[in-house]
């Protein structure tokens, strides 16, 4: 899935804990839209991907309380209409977001110990928390 | 149903208590024998008291404001109204007369009663009393007096059907006892010097409790209490949360529904949130919410596997509808689960001002998720994270066993009717927090325009109506898979037909589900023995047994009761005797007693004297 690429290489990129911020912010956001367009055919994923749903919305709204968050984003975009579409399998998308969640939970973990303000690191830790959680709904497996 | 004690129990127990133990009395040397059956009514009396003042505290409990309403107005109150405020006035003249003089009573140092009926009244009086500690566990204390709803149910037991099979028990009880205490205070057997008034009262007091079972066949015969309503009285359990557990790998499909059943009690516990908590409580939080949503989906979306599983059997239990009925089912809990999700989507947008903590509702809601999928679906060891390929779990699987499809059905059932409290109870704490403010958004997600300097902001009016829109419809179409599973229930007698039949009656418009709803209430076990008259007793004394003129003597017997009945009635009250006169001596006292017995409310003022015979004194401790 070409959004789901395109948002890990972009944090993988990020420099700085607003970009970082920003970032995961979209990510998750995104992943939000990923998973509410796909999780109807979900079937034997369908736990999976609502439970996914919930988490990459706790994990937006963590990183929404960082202090250090920009105002405006424009990092990643949001899924175009073919992210959204039901081209790739279920099992496809499933792997791409798993991976995108373990980018998530590295990026947010590194950022939750070395961020200097106390918020923004309680903030990204919860957020990483989020996001491991989604690796293993959709893979099986820790992050 | 369920291992926790209920009310049935007890009342069981109290029933078990008054048979009578086969064997013969004990013997007593015969100088001694006035002295002993002295004894034995002082401590039947006591017993008796305790006995009557439990069930004078149920009878306060279900309508002390009837009891209030003064004799003289009585006829404008509903027969069962009526019928609960002579129960109550019956009961406290029959402990009028038990009570001794003028004493306080010191229990702890009471010392347990030789005699064999004191003994079995003593253990009546502990059931009763436990019964209704029982009752009483459900409700929690309010301002005053009040009781305040502790559980889902409190508005069952203080239902009308409830309290009137509630006031049918104790009158039922009340008839078994008569006899026995009479049997005692009439007996030929010498009595001590100066035991004779006790042996009076004794049997006063059970000439009150037949007053007290014929107040309640007024009421019956008004409107019977039906077979489902005392069914409900006696399934209720103590109210105590079952302890947390998850599903193991492999538990049988026994196992699992059970543990379902238990989930879906805990879920039920854990929802009662006051709603008003919401405005402040750290448990109202979006993880929480977006947690329920999610799982009152799952768990919808298994319920409605199981069903479909259930229907595709080769041989469905019940009548020949079940298999639609059941097809039915999984398409309602199809739609509650359609109106979870959408529960779920509306959470994507909004945020609460506390995080991170999930609340108990939420974690018992994903439990039961968990308990509901390991049975819906065939990998013994199924998670949320098992991946696509995962099999529902075949139809046999699920009937492998006789009594599987009920237990399985109960399950769902219980399952469902968690979800609606659930919806219900999410949907009231929504509100209650969107007033206090605490629904937000991220400021991000707001227009460009909208200039909030803070990472959140309030909530835009349109998505919290949106947020409580969907809820109440998740709730509406829970309350409807609910009531359809009912109907399977009572297809395949699952042991979950109790909560169609509490339903029923806390919701008097709704459907009852139960087929034999309407069914009077069997007796309680028919203790009335034959009680011959005096002229049978005679006929009988002479050594007579040609049934001819037994029948004979009887029905002079019955004559003379109907004579007494017709008097009662046509003798203005100023002139009447008092019933410890009328009963002065064994043999009018046992003439009085059977007309009692007839259960004719036309016999009743043979008791009412022109005043009450004792105010009211303060209630001694059981």
């Known amino acids: ?143 | 149903m369920t291992s926790r004690a209920t009310f049935g129990d007890f009342m069981r127990a109290a029933g078990r208590h008054l048979e009578r133990p086969a064997g013969p009395a004990v013997a007593v040397a015969k100088r001694r024998l006035p002295a002993a059956r002295a004894k034995e009514i002082a401590e039947a009396s006591d017993a008796l008291l305790r006995v009557v003042t439990v069930m004078t505290r149920y009878t306060a409990d279900i309508g002390a404001a009837f009891a209030e309403v003064e004799a003289h107005n009585r006829h404008r109150l509903n027969p069962w109204a009526r019928a609960c405020a002579e129960v109550h006035d019956a009961l406290g003249n029959a402990a009028a007369f038990l009570r001794p003089e003028g004493a306080g009573r010191h229990e702890s140092h009471r010392v347990p009663p030789d005699s064999p009926l004191a003994h079995r009244l003593d253990a009546v009086a502990e059931s009763l009393a436990a019964g209704r500690d029982l009752l009483h566990t459900h409700f929690a204390p309010g301002p005053g007096a009040a009781r305040l709803d502790h559980s889902d149910w409190s508005p069952v037991i203080t239902s009308v059907p409830v309290t009137r099979a509630l006031l049918a028990e104790i009158g039922s009880l009340a008839r078994r006892i008569a006899p026995e205490g009479t049997e005692l205070a009439l007996s030929r057997a010498p009595l001590q010097r100066g035991a004779g008034e006790a042996r009076r009262r004794l049997n006063a007091a059970c000439q009150w409790l037949w007053v007290t079972d014929a107040a309640v066949q007024a009421g019956q015969c008004y409107d019977p209490v039906a077979a489902d309503a005392r069914r409900l009285l006696h399934a209720v359990p103590v109210n105590i949360c079952p302890p947390r557990r998850l599903p193991r790998a492999g538990e049988s499909v026994t196992a699992l529904a059970n543990g379902i059943i238990d989930g879906a009690e805990r879920l039920r516990h854990s929802s009662r949130l006051p709603a008003a908590h919401a405005a402040w409580s750290p448990a109202m939080t979006s993880e929480s919410s977006r947690q329920t949503a999610t799982a009152g989906m799952l768990t919808s979306h298994h319920c409605q596997i199981l069903l479909r599983s259930l229907a595709a059997c080769a041989a469905p239990p019940g009548s020949a509808d079940a298999t639609a009925r059941l097809l039915e089912s999984a398409d309602a809990a199809g739609r509650a689960r359609a109106d979870w999700l959408a529960a779920a989507h509306a959470w994507d947008n909004i945020t609460t001002d506390t995080r991170g903590y999930i609340s108990q509702a939420a974690s018992d809601a994903h439990d039961l998720a968990l308990w509901t999928g390991r049975l819906a679906y065939a990998d013994p060891a199924w998670t949320p994270v098992s991946g696509p390929s995962c099999p529902v779990r075949p139809s046999e699987d699920l009937a492998a066993r006789p009594g599987d499809i009920p237990l399985v059905v109960a399950a769902i059932h219980h399952a469902c009717e968690s979800l609606t409290r659930l919806a219900h109870g999410s949907h009231d704490q929504i509100q209650t927090a969107s007033q206090a403010g605490r629904l937000l958004v991220p400021t991000r997600s707001l227009p460009e325009s909208v200039d909030i300097p803070r990472p959140f902001g309030p909530a835009p009016r349109e998505r919290t109506a949106s947020l409580l829109a969907v809820h109440r419809e998740a709730g509406t179409a829970s309350a409807h898979a609910t009531g359809k599973i009912g109907e399977v229930a009572a297809d395949v007698g699952a042991p979950s037909q109790i909560l169609a039949a509490a339903r029923a009656a806390t919701h008097p418009g709704s459907e009852p589900t139960a087929r034999n709803s309407a069914t009077p209430a069997p007796e309680t076990p028919d203790v009335d023995r034959h009680w011959p008259g005096p002229v049978e007793r005679i006929l009988r004394d002479l050594g007579t047994s040609d049934p001819v003129l037994l029948r004979r003597g009887a029905a002079i017997d019955r004559a003379g009761e109907q004579l007494i009945i017709d008097a009662a009635e046509t003798v203005p009250a100023r002139h009447s005797q008092r019933a410890a006169h009328l009963s002065r001596s064994p043999d009018t006292a046992g003439l009085i007693n059977r007309v009692l017995a007839s259960r004719d409310p036309c016999a009743v003022p043979l008791l009412r004297p022109p005043t009450r015979p004792q105010a009211a004194q303060a209630e001694a401790e059981p």
């Open chain 1, 1 to 143: 899935m070409g959004w789901a690429t395109g948002a890990k290489a972009h944090l993988q990129e990020a420099i700085g804990l607003a970009a970082v911020l920003s970032g995961t912010y979209e990510a998750f956001e995104g992943m939000l839209s990923v998973i509410r367009a796909h999780e109807s055919r979900a079937e034997g994923m369908f736990a999976a991907f609502v439970m996914s749903a919930a988490s990459a919305a706790n994990g937006r709204d963590a990183v929404a309380g960082a202090p250090s968050l920009p105002r405006t984003g424009g990092g990643i975009q949001a899924p175009a209409e073919r992210d959204l579409a039901a081209a790739a399998s279920v099992k496809e998308i499933a792997r791409d977001l798993a991976g995108l969640g373990r980018v998530l939970t590295g990026r947010l973990a590194a950022a939750a110990s070395s961020a200097p303000h106390p918020a923004d690191r309680a903030a990204c830790a919860a957020a990483a928390r989020h996001a491991g959680h989604i690796c293993v709904l959709l893979s099986g497996a820790g992050p």
